[in-house]
């Protein structure tokens, strides 16, 4: 009964999401850098962060002019998770080419992540979403499938309602990041819905609730590292395409 009351939610929440993408007004969010989370659950700064472990035998610099995140909110236009205060902290640490968007303000990503592929040919592209965001970038990445166009890095930060499945991880994308926390309590908490690790993709679990995932320096922390990572450039290729090693799986 509640597997099927799972597949029902899903279903009608992708049909949802789909016509979103795809016949929504491009229009600025009503909420960017500051909204309730700023207050309710300002962020956890990490402070200075060590260089990956992954990056310390391969002497080189981040690109990080060449890194394009877009951001994907959840069902809450005031921000009450601060996914906006996480985007700002980003474009703080250099990564300037961050954007922040909501469900209804983000129909215009698929033509930009396009356009910045004709234009940019070292571009890395990130697609994070949060919350019901993370079904939204999702469907993009599906997308832009279609159309060949390559995702380098795409994050799930709580996606409740993203399954195990083939969608899930793209051919079209490089790398997965799954951040898990306890479940959404509006929607059943733990014992509904609460997402599933994906094969292939980086599976992470805070001890958190769900709507504190974006404020944690935990995430923070995650978000540096794999854009990092993502923006490698070695030294001894200077003209090669950048460079996006993979980070090793955590332990269990």
Known sequence: MMNSASKTLRIILAILLVGCARHAQAVDPIVNDVGLGTILHPLQDPGQM???????????????????????????????????????????????????????????????????RRSDPNARIALIGFSLGANYVKTIANDLAKSGTRVDLLIYLVGDYVGNDPKSHPQNVTRVVNVRAQGLVLTGGDLVFNGANIDGARNEKLDCRHILVPSRKETLSLMIEELTVLGWVLDEAPTASLMAPVLPEPAP
Do not use: W
């Open 50 to 116: 060590p260089l990956p472990p992954v990056l310390r035998e391969k002497p080189g610099h981040c690109a990080k002019d060449h890194v394009y995140v877009f951001g994907v909110n959840g069902l809450n236009p005031l921000c009450s998770g601060n996914f906006n205060g996480l985007c700002s902290y980003v474009r703080k640490q250099g990564f300037t080419h961050t954007y922040f968007g909501q469900l209804y303000s983000s129909a215009g990503y698929e033509s930009q992540i396009r356009e910045i």
